[in-house]
């Protein structure tokens, strides 16, 4: 029912910036919530960074004052700016969406199939 297609994952230096993208389809679907979420190898999935329709924005910590989300509501996309990143960084990214179907109402969130991004000399 929704696609998540992302882009932007890569190898990069320690302070150096990367740009993730998301997009999600569904003509038929409303997107509130969306957000990137972080996996490194034997650790949980963990929040990166979450944004609203509306622009609301939630951080994790590590990331605070380094990463910014934003979106184009109308492209169904959202971002993430990746600045001063270090070697802890390093990890599978994962988009989320939260999407409702707005014929049946039916709402649950997706998941991107992740985006490697290496921080490393």
């Known amino acids: 029912q929704v696609q998540l297609v992302e882009s932007g994952g890569g190898l990069v230096q320690p302070g150096g910036s990367l740009r993730l993208s998301c997009a999600a389809s569904?003509?038929?679907?409303?997107?509130?919530?969306m957000g990137w979420y972080s996996q490194a190898p034997g650790k949980q999935r963990e929040l990166v960074a979450t944004?609203?329709?509306?622009?609301?924005?939630n951080y994790g910590n590590s990331v605070k004052g380094r990463f910014t989300i934003s979106r184009d509501n109308a492209k169904n996309t959202v971002y993430l700016q990746m600045n001063s990143l270090k070697p802890e960084d390093t990890a599978v990214y994962f988009c989320?969406?939260?999407?409702?179907?707005?014929?049946?109402?039916?709402?649950?969130?997706?998941w991107g199939q992740g985006t490697q991004v290496t921080v490393s000399s």
């Open positions: 944004i609203t329709r509306s622009g609301n924005t």
């Open positions: 989320n969406a939260y999407g409702v179907n707005i014929v049946t109402r039916e709402s649950r969130g997706y």
């Open positions: 569904g003509s038929i679907f409303s997107f509130n919530t």
